[in-house]
């Protein structure tokens, strides 16, 4: 056969990995306690042989870890006989069988993920003990043309999971919703649900929320428990009055394009007034000879576009302060989501069960947090990355397994044999804390 290149391929009987990487990775889960949460918190199969709730969480979080977009590719798992060599895992379920089981245990299996999450909740907030805990909140649309998908407002079937972060994105809680629920609904119960996943005597120091959480409700619960809230304003008649009486000589500079003001502000059914954060965008101006003649509708969109609201009851920090705090969120929930969806492939959802669906999304949830977890023990300069970069950098490593006196032993190239050493030891470190 005529080839390019002049070499020849052939089959070998060695021990090979793609995923030296997750082999660590693999390691490091099994020293933070993971088989004893799983088998203690989820449901045991009646059948003496049946498979143990570790040995389907495990090769799952392996597998997302990994890259694999749909339960199917559990079978790059499965097949990866250098892997399963490493980690000690004797066997693993097909596709079919994992789907079984999402059905099989939907909500108990959520509820039982959501515990084992509170486990690792606690490691984390150790590593940010210093810093003020700060409570994102966001719902995320999650197309799936499945047979019992609701249609959402933006006109295609799916999910609206609710998502909570905490500092650094950590998902602290996950409410899985249909597809028509709206992004408003039952915000003020889903901050209570995230409280309540919180350490005893531990609570939020700050919630940051888009528009949908302009609620009374909620700016009343802040205040009586002591939480300063930042959250998008909505520009109802009265919020565009207080904006209109504004003189210009009330704005002053806050970026190149961007000027600042404030008012006091107080809504129907709030308890107390609140600061009311106005920033006028300096865009391209309507000439007013032509205002006349644009559709109301459409002169208010424009007019929209100009001004962005933030609502808050911290009166401590300065205007442009709220405004640069309330935008991290960009960072820390809509990023964070977009890393869970993306990264980990959460916009694939297997089935049209919605609470087989609400189970495996959870699992995503804690396959994400674990890789925070994970990326404190890394060198410094791979804390940042996002898992597609950690694939490229660690997961990724080729590896081959040897048994050499009854001892296993994993090969890689020189220049990633120190990177793997330190993560090991740090690994082991962890484990003992």
């Not at 997302?64 to 559990?74: Q, T």
């Not at 020189?414 to 470190?429: D, G, H, M, T």
């Amino acid at each position: 056969m005529q080839t390019i290149l002049n070499f020849d391929i052939e089959s070998t009987d060695e021990k090979l990995t793609p995923r030296a990487g997750v082999a660590i990775f693999g390691e490091y889960l099994k020293g933070m306690g993971l088989e004893k949460l799983c088998n203690s918190n989820i449901p045991l199969a009646k059948h003496p042989n049946g498979y143990d709730p570790f040995e389907f969480i495990y090769p799952l979080i392996l597998m997302l870890h990994s890259g694999g977009r749909v339960l199917d590719d559990i079978k790059e798992i499965r097949f990866d006989i250098a892997l399963k060599e490493l980690l000690k895992i004797d066997r693993i379920p097909t596709a079919g069988a994992f789907t079984k089981y999402l059905h099989k245990h939907g909500t108990d299996g959520e509820d039982a993920i959501k515990k084992i999450n509170k486990q690792f909740l606690k490691r984390f907030l150790k590593s940010i003990k210093n810093e003020e805990l700060t409570l994102d909140i966001d719902a995320s649309f999650i197309e799936a043309h499945k047979n019992t998908a609701k249609y959402s407002y933006k006109g295609a079937p799916g999910y609206m999971p609710m998502i909570g972060h905490i500092n650094g994105g950590y998902v602290i809680d996950v409410d899985f919703r249909e597809g028509n629920e709206a992004p408003a609904n039952e915000n003020l119960e889903f901050i209570k649900q995230c409280q309540l996943q919180l350490p005893h005597g531990v609570k939020f120091d700050r919630v940051r929320i888009d528009s949908a959480g302009y609620q009374a409700e909620i700016f009343n619960y802040c205040d009586k428990e002591n939480i300063l809230f930042t959250i998008s304003g909505r520009k109802d008649k009265s919020v565009w009055e207080a904006i209109n009486n504004l003189e210009d000589d009330d704005f002053k500079e806050f970026s190149k394009r961007e000027k600042i003001s404030e008012f006091c502000h107080t809504m129907n059914n709030t308890e107390n007034a609140f600061r009311m954060i106005v920033v006028k965008k300096d865009i391209t101006p309507i000439l007013p000879t032509l205002e006349g003649y644009i559709d109301p509708k459409v002169l208010e969109k424009y007019q929209d576009e100009i001004y962005y609201c933030i609502a808050t009851n911290d009166n401590d920090l300065s205007a442009e302060e709220i405004v640069k705090l309330h935008r991290q969120r960009g960072e820390t929930s809509e990023n964070k989501i977009k890393e869970l969806k993306n990264g980990f492939n959460m916009s694939y959802l297997p089935t049209s069960n919605f609470e087989a669906n609400s189970f495996y999304f959870s699992i995503g949830a804690l396959a994400y947090n674990l890789f925070l977890l994970f990326k404190q023990i890394l060198d410094s300069s791979l804390q940042k990355h996002t898992v597609k970069t950690i694939r490229y950098k660690l997961y990724n490593i080729a590896g081959k397994v040897v048994i050499h006196a009854r001892k296993v032993i994993l090969k890689v190239n020189e220049e990633f044999k120190k990177l793997l050493e330190n993560i090991r030891y740090r690994a082991y470190e962890t484990s003992l804390e």
